[in-house]
């Protein structure tokens, strides 16, 4: 892909390859994620991006939230404001909704939104049974965004209702520690993978284990993504064995391992999928990107050297497919411009078709009314002169002659 990227780091927006001294960063598409329309009618979203700060007298690091805007064009990235935290968050999961982002620190989770300005703020919102749950390494909302999950660092799993916050799944020792996490597109099934131990997918209705993913001697499930077009009922897994990475898929049907394809030499460290669930990206431990068009299992982009020399720690699509964002800790956070082929609606194809019968019918009677030279070729013997118009369209003034009986 032969297209500029937008870094930002410190004090400033680069699109050059300059050295970001931030540690610890990630980052995501916030407030829904979803684009609209600033003053400029160009299409923007915008970027939360969280670093680590200074260290403070008594050894803790503080934490600095920034919110980003981006322009979908002219593909640029700027600063909106700037919120200090007291602790450095580990993770955040973003509503699918308008509804904010939840981030988690230490000790527990606190929400944030955007306020009347698209500002960044923390939120009136306050998540009482989440305040002290202690450290969390994933957090997921489900599609829908009626569900919210968490996986601690403890490996107790948990699964509330938002945004009502009742627990609808309590599992203590779930896993030794979380990887990853994510909801099946109907909110029905949650995937979980570990560092060390197997993957494993939940019954939501049930509150209970269902499945345990297969797996080779050697193999570890980092990974997981559930398909997301609503017609394929597939759950995708990255898979590592010996320094080696490719992507698995599982039919969420039978649960039964359906095959696996490696797309990058290097191991997995990203993983996402797009909001219509047409595309997969994965990022490498050396800064390499791929984008996979899931229906032929190809690779439709590649971003060599994204981030060069780094691991990509997340990605993730816009919602409307045309920016990716990944983040690393050497790099922070890069949005990457896709050129995607735009989706047809089903009116436009209609009045494509009807457009296309109206210009071959007027190019019909064109070509008969003027083209008479295609008529006066030397006629045969048995060759007829040119017919009449009525001879093709009908004689609409003899009835008789309509009515073969």
């Given at each position: ?42 299409d923007v979203?915008?970027v ?13 690091r ?25 602790d ?73 209702e ?32 570990s ?15 269902l ?21 394929k ?10 320094g ?162």
């Open positions: 892909m032969a297209r500029r990227a937008r870094y930002q780091n410190k004090n400033q927006n680069m699109s050059s390859t300059d050295h970001n001294e931030f540690s610890g960063t990630f980052a995501a598409w916030i407030a829904g994620s979803k684009p609209t329309h600033g003053n400029d009618g160009d979203a915008h939360l991006l969280g670093k680590a700060g200074d260290q403070g007298e008594d050894d803790r503080t934490a600095i939230l920034q919110l980003l805007r981006y322009n979908f064009k002219p593909d640029s990235l700027s600063e909106v404001n700037v919120l200090p935290e007291e450095v968050p580990v993770c955040m999961a973003v509503h699918p909704g308008e509804d904010g982002v939840i981030l988690a620190f230490s000790k527990g989770c606190k929400f944030f939104e955007l306020d009347g300005n698209s500002k960044l703020k923390v939120s009136d919102i306050v998540l009482s049974p989440m305040q002290e749950i202690g450290p969390q390494k994933c957090l997921a909302f489900s599609a829908d965004g009626s569900k919210l999950a968490t996986g601690g660092e403890d490996g107790h799993l948990r699964i509330f938002w945004p009502s916050l009742q627990v609808l799944l309590d599992q203590p020792k779930a896993h030794s520690s979380f990887k990853d996490l994510d909801f099946s597109l109907d909110s029905a099934f949650l995937a979980s993978t560092n060390d131990g197997p993957a494993r997918v939940w019954d939501i209705i049930k509150a209970a284990p499945a345990t993913l297969t797996r080779d001697q050697g193999e570890s499930i980092d990974f997981c993504r559930f398909s997301r077009d609503g017609t009922p597939f759950l995708f897994c990255t898979v590592t064995k010996g080696k990475s490719r992507i698995a898929v599982w039919d969420i049907t039978t649960w039964r391992k359906l095959g696996g394809k490696k797309f990058l030499d290097n191991p997995i460290t990203a993983f996402g999928i797009s909001r219509n669930g047409k595309f997969i990206s994965i990022g490498s431990t050396k800064g390499d990107i791929s984008i996979i068009d899931v229906r032929q299992m190809q690779v439709q982009h590649s971003i060599k050297r994204a981030h060069p020399g780094a691991v990509i720690t997340s990605i993730e699509f816009a919602s409307n497919g045309r920016a990716l964002l990944s983040v690393s800790p050497e790099w922070a956070a890069r949005v990457n411009p896709i050129p995607c082929e735009r989706d047809w609606k089903d009116w436009e194809i209609y009045l494509l078709l009807l457009t296309m019968v109206l210009i071959s019918v007027i190019l019909f009677y064109i070509f008969f009314e003027h083209s008479d030279s295609f008529w006066n070729f030397p006629l045969g013997r048995k060759q007829p002169a040119r017919p009449p118009i009525e001879a093709i369209l009908g004689d609409p003034v003899s009835s008789d002659d309509q009515n073969i009986w």
